[in-house]
């Protein structure tokens, strides 16, 4: 069994912090389905913009509203106004095809992207 790359959504803007917030990262429904995160999934995060890196869990936010709170004491690592990337991991025993989005600053999906000899394409 190994841990492989099954969900990741690249390039996303972090639009809240919020270390009140009883811990987890809350993402748009759209992004969710399109990388097939489930809530309550733990994932990794990520800073592009800072190389900090963390793992929790993912709550359901609001569709089409282009959600990424980061909550709880996570927020102390990764601030509102960040780029991101968000990775879901599946323990498989064969190769897994992974569900990449790259989005744009507002997280829309801009393109699917699918990995080749080690580089990743658009699909």
Same mark, same amino acid.
């Given at each position: 069994?190994?841990?492989?790359?099954?969900?990741?959504?690249?390039?996303?803007? !972090? /639009?809240? &912090? @919020?270390?009140?917030?009883?811990?987890? %990262? /809350? *993402? =748009?429904?759209?992004?969710? =389905?399109?990388?097939?995160?489930?809530?309550?999934?733990?994932?990794? *995060?990520?800073?592009?913009? /800072?190389? &900090?890196?963390?793992? /929790?869990? %993912? +709550?359901?936010?609001?569709?089409?509203?282009? !959600? *990424?709170? #980061? @909550?709880? $004491? $996570? $927020?102390?690592? *990764? @601030?509102?106004?960040?780029?991101? #990337? +968000?990775?879901?991991?599946? +323990?498989?025993?064969?190769? !897994?095809?992974?569900?990449?989005?790259? !989005?744009?600053? =507002? @997280?829309? #999906?801009?393109?699917?992207?699918?990995?080749?000899?080690?580089?990743?394409?658009?699909?």
């Amino acid at each position: 069994m190994r841990s492989l790359l099954r969900s990741k959504i690249h390039l996303a803007t !972090v /639009t809240e &912090a @919020n270390p009140d917030y009883v811990g987890s %990262v /809350t *993402i =748009d429904r759209d992004l969710m =389905d399109a990388v097939d995160l489930w809530e309550g999934e733990k994932v990794l *995060i990520a800073s592009v913009s /800072t190389g &900090a890196r963390l793992e /929790t869990y %993912v +709550i359901e936010g609001e569709r089409g509203s282009g !959600v *990424i709170a #980061i @909550n709880g $004491a $996570a $927020a102390h690592l *990764i @601030n509102a106004g960040e780029r991101v #990337i +968000i990775m879901g991991f599946e +323990i498989a025993e064969k190769p !897994v095809e992974p569900k990449v989005v790259l !989005v744009d600053e =507002d @997280n829309r #999906i801009v393109e699917h992207l699918k990995e080749e000899a080690g580089v990743m394409i658009g699909v």
